[in-house]
């Protein structure tokens, strides 16, 4: 199993910028992919950005140009710097990882509790 801890989620100001971050410990030696997801209420869970080990990102369409992401691998963390929040990007927002798959099947994925990130004047 792996297991998460986030921090930096609050509240800001439209405009304003926040940074989160998520360590991952536990079964990481096979971790592949980390980032976030996030869900407001009422809606489904939907990509915010993830980052391979190789450093390949993939970027929510909401998000682009907005958020950045990056990762210190041998410190299982991965970091997300959100800038220009608006209002729609509030949220519950949840760690990711994924492991590597030596099948043809996805590797295992696992979650993290998730942080609130609440932008509101």
């Known amino acids: 199993q792996v297991s998460f801890v986030a921090s930096g989620g609050g509240l800001v100001q439209p405009g304003g910028s926040l940074s989160l971050s998520c360590v991952a410990s536990?079964?990481?030696?096979?971790?592949?992919?980390m980032g976030w997801y996030s869900q407001a209420p009422g809606k489904p869970r939907e990509l915010v950005a993830t980052?391979?080990?190789?450093?390949?990102?993939n970027f929510g369409d909401s998000v682009k140009g907005r958020f950045t992401i990056s990762a210190d691998n041998g410190r299982n963390t991965v970091y997300l710097k959100m800038n220009n929040l608006k209002p729609e990007d509030t949220a519950v927002y949840f760690c990711y990882a994924q492991q590597i798959s030596f099948t043809d099947r996805p590797g295992p994925e696992y979650w993290g509790q998730g942080t609130q990130v609440t932008v509101s004047s």
């Open positions: 536990g079964r990481t030696y096979n971790l592949d992919t």
């Open positions: 980052i391979t080990r190789a450093g390949t990102t």
